[in-house]
């Protein structure tokens, strides 16, 4: 087996409206233009809003992955010449909310061959616990927790890392606090998320960085183009950029670690004895 160049990286949160798939679809973006070959899925199956954020309408999409005989390269949006591509889910699905342990492993068996094409593999999931949820964050390299200094999303972004930590046993988690006005704010969101994991869960997870309000970031969303295209020297810009950077860092110390495993740690597929008639 050749070895694995590709890390995964899940972007969560534990509620919405955090800026979770805006960070993830800026973040890819980013290290696409640092020259680096990238992959992002939208994984949160059945409520999909990355194609909206990108302005595009694709033809195809996981459902088709799994309903029919499409290939992955069937499904495959390229979002940028060079190695900058989207996988698509479908939106008001319920199926693909409620995919089960054994449908998931099926998909994603059918999806390996892509992902160890690209230095990066980016999960953009849904918010909150579910089964879903959790499965993807429990078998990606990197979990990117965003949160905001609001007191919801810290309680509910604690309780998505005590659930992973203490029923999936997952030890690390990699955090993002955006939308924060100045230091002060940025730096008491992660201290009280810090000191409750710290605390009750005995780990501590590790601060990637902020990003800053800002108006342009609001507009990049409504004009459906990535804010690293559209404004990369803006506020939020710079942030995101000093983000990629890190991140960037993080694969290359990871490496010699992952070498060995696939681009996603996801079982195997579960194979049904025939039926007796």
Request: hydrophobic fraction near 45%; proline fraction near 5%; charged fraction near 20%.
């Amino acid at each position: 087996m050749s070895k694995n160049t590709t890390l995964s990286v899940a972007v969560l949160s534990g509620k919405g409206g955090v800026g979770k798939t805006n960070i993830a679809l800026n973040l890819a973006y980013c290290l696409f233009r640092g020259n680096h070959s990238l992959l992002l899925m939208d994984c949160d199956l059945g409520l999909a809003n990355l194609d909206v954020l990108l302005g595009i309408a694709p033809e195809k999409n996981l459902q088709d992955l799994l309903d029919s005989d499409a290939a992955p390269s069937e499904i495959t949006v390229a979002l940028d010449q060079g190695g900058f591509d989207f996988i698509p889910a479908a939106s008001g699905v319920p199926e693909l909310l409620d995919m089960d342990e054994e449908v998931r492993a099926a998909m994603l068996h059918k999806l390996f061959p892509v992902f160890s094409a690209y230095d990066y593999l980016f999960l953009d999931l849904g918010a909150g616990i579910s089964p879903t949820v959790l499965a993807f964050a429990k078998m990606s390299h990197v979990r990117l927790v965003v949160i905001t200094p609001e007191p919801t999303s810290l309680t509910d972004s604690y309780a998505l890392i005590k659930v992973l930590a203490t029923q999936h046993g997952v030890r690390d988690f990699h955090v993002v606090v955006n939308m924060a006005e100045n230091q002060s704010e940025e730096r008491q969101a992660f201290g009280r998320l810090r000191g409750a994991c710290e605390r009750f869960l005995g780990l501590v997870p590790t601060y990637l960085g902020v990003i800053h309000t800002d108006r342009t970031v609001t507009e990049a969303v409504r004009r459906q183009t990535p804010l690293m295209k559209m404004a990369p020297n803006s506020k939020a810009g710079k942030d995101l950029f000093a983000l990629a950077v890190k991140l960037n860092r993080l694969r290359e110390e990871l490496l010699p670690t992952i070498a060995d495993e696939h681009a996603l740690r996801f079982p195997a597929v579960r194979k049904h004895a025939p039926e007796r008639e």
